[in-house]
């Protein structure tokens, strides 16, 4: 500790400033209830009145009446008692000493009991420090602990270091969306147009060659060039190079996805704009008979990794979704608007809507579209111009756009 360099961070006011009594009384080992257990088993000692005021993620479990002949004790194995004493101090004082040794502890201590201004000040400690020598340590840092405040402060001091960390192994190895949170930044400090078109050259090109997996997000990355800014001539280069990755058409290639978990056929498929993919319905055995199903399953293909690379198993890739209103094969299916519309069976007459899996709704709901019933069966569903069209085998149904 003599030889590191350390800030203070406090509240307004400093807890130490309105009752410095408080933690008189901790240094004094005066009135202590509450064990915390530590790296290496060492044993410090507190107050859960104070420890369940200051920290409202325990106060539920520290207010429980303790079991007979125990007392109350908290178990912190994988923190230091280095950690674990800066962070004691602040608790009774509401002063937080932040130094390198501690600062990635604070962060890992915080997150778990949901405390953002220690957060937020272990990171700023941190973000002021971050060179050349220690951005790949604390942005893997950042990843580990999915602390977006950390890695959020390592995407400003890249993009104030843009021309020098692009030569660097570690922009390669950035993940496409930090490339693309970067380019996006109107604060990034590159020298011209045409130095940002090499960057996205060196992602896409790791190891000298096209990555065409890392091809795929390209498209998206040379939409934030700002082609007005970049020179004429340069503009007429690019387009004479075929050799250059902006010339270069993906391959087409087949990837064989895992089964589904419940066979079947003549379903219905879609796909929505965010990579997810919905199978409802079709044709298949249950209870060892063949039967028309109702059941739907989802999976996300969203980046190459979803499909690529070893294969998950059917109960790891797909996942259940709300069954449909009926059995249907041999249905149609299509997306408007951000939901699903069903229509189409043997006999059937009606229009069913899916509203997609979300934080309400994690199965998605099924409704059935009012006035949707026709003449003749609905044989087939389609979109144009903001309009959802059902056609059947002798009337055509437009349903309200509005």
């Known amino acids: 500790m003599t030889h590191q360099e350390t800030q203070m961070f406090e509240d307004q006011p400093a807890l130490i400033h309105c009752l410095p009594q408080l933690n008189n009384l901790r240094v004094a080992g005066k009135l202590a209830d509450l064990t915390i257990e ?23 479990a520290l ?12 178990k912190w194995p994988q923190i230091s008692p280095e950690v674990a004493t800066s962070f004691i101090d602040y608790i009774y004082t509401g002063q937080l000493e ?4 501690n600062a990635a502890g604070l962060t890992v201590l915080s997150q778990q009991l949901v405390l953002p201004q220690v957060e937020e000040w272990a990171v700023s400690f941190m973000a002021t420090r971050l060179d050349s020598e220690n951005i790949v340590n604390k942005w893997q840092l950042a990843e580990l602990l999915k602390s977006d405040m950390l890695k959020t402060a390592c995407l400003q001091h890249i993009k104030a270091t843009f021309e020098d960390t692009v030569p660097t192994d570690f922009f390669i190895q950035l993940p496409s969306e930090a490339v693309l949170s970067l380019l996006r930044a109107d604060d990034l400090q590159a020298e011209s147009e045409e130095s940002v078109l090499n960057a996205i050259q060196r992602w896409v090109s790791p190891l000298g060659e096209v990555d065409e997996t890392r091809l795929v997000h390209a498209e998206a990355m040379m939409r934030e060039v ?3 800014q970049v020179d004429g001539d340069f503009r007429c280069q690019l387009q004479d190079d075929d050799e250059g990755f902006w010339n270069k058409n993906l391959g087409c290639a087949w990837y064989e996805l895992p089964n589904l978990r419940q066979a079947r056929g003549s379903a219905a498929a879609v796909a929505l704009p965010d990579g997810r993919v ?3 319905g079709g044709y298949g055995s249950q209870n060892n008979s063949w039967c028309t199903l109702s059941s739907v399953e989802t999976c996300h293909l969203r980046e190459p990794a979803d499909w690529q690379g070893p294969r998950k198993a059917s109960n790891v890739f797909w996942k259940d979704a709300a069954a449909m209103l009926y059995s249907r094969s041999g249905h149609d299916a299509v997306v408007f608007r951000g939901r699903i519309f069903v229509g189409g069976r043997q006999g059937s007459r009606t229009v069913d809507i899916f509203t997609p899996p ?32 059902s056609f059947g085998k002798s009337s055509v149904l437009h349903p309200a756009t509005g």
């Open 358 to 389: 979300d934080n309400k709704r994690p199965l998605g709901q099924w409704t059935h579209l009012t006035n949707s019933d026709t003449k003749s069966p609905t044989t087939a569903l389609a979109v144009c111009q903001e309009r959802l069209f």
């Open 98 to 101: 932040v130094h390198e040794a």
């Open 63 to 74: 207010c429980k009446p303790p079991r007979t002949g125990q007392d109350f004790m908290l």
């Open 226 to 228: 700002r082609w007005g």
């Open 38 to 60: 530590l790296q290496n088993n060492v044993k410090v000692n507190a107050h859960r009145v104070v420890f369940a005021s200051r920290m409202p993620s325990l106060c539920n």
């Open 278 to 280: 919905f199978v409802m």
